[in-house]
């Protein structure tokens, strides 16, 4: 019974290093990105910044977790959750740095184009760049193992 309450405590503090890279993840898109993040996606209900924001989201979520399974043969729970931050934060870094590149190939400013939303319909667009930050997560969680 004591394993389970102690595992049950180790996925909470992997929760709070996640949460706490998700958050880094928002403000990040947030800085690159025009507008308000929130506002854009919550109150504008712009589909194309939805997109943007619910793929980083996901691309965040799996660099954390490759980030946990990297670290379980490390050395202790704490030096775990600080792997597990730092790569998290170096994802999330590497993904703002493809997203800025992006934007600089592309045509307007990253975030623009993409959070141009016609007849109800994202910027294809915003497709691309959720098809980037997905792929460059799996290249970071692959770079993990």
Do not use: C
Request: hydrophobic content about 55%.
């Amino acid at each position: 019974m004591t394993e389970i309450f102690e595992s049950t405590g180790q996925a909470l503090l992997y929760g709070v290093v996640g949460l706490v890279v998700m958050a880094a993840g928002f403000l990040a898109l947030d800085l690159v990105t025009p507008g308000k993040l929130f506002h854009v996606v919550w109150a504008d209900r712009n589909r194309g910044a939805a997109v943007l924001l619910g793929s980083q989201s996901l691309a965040v979520g799996l660099v954390v977790m490759e980030a946990i399974r990297a670290s379980e043969s490390e050395q202790g729970l704490g030096h775990g959750l600080v792997s597990t931050l730092l790569y998290g934060l170096a994802g999330v870094l590497v993904m703002t740095v493809v997203g800025i590149v992006i934007g600089v190939l592309t045509p307007g400013r990253m975030g623009a184009t993409v959070f141009d939303d016609e007849d109800g319909r994202p910027h294809p667009a915003a497709w691309v760049q959720a098809g980037m930050y997905l792929g460059t997560a799996a290249m970071v969680g692959a770079a993990l193992s």
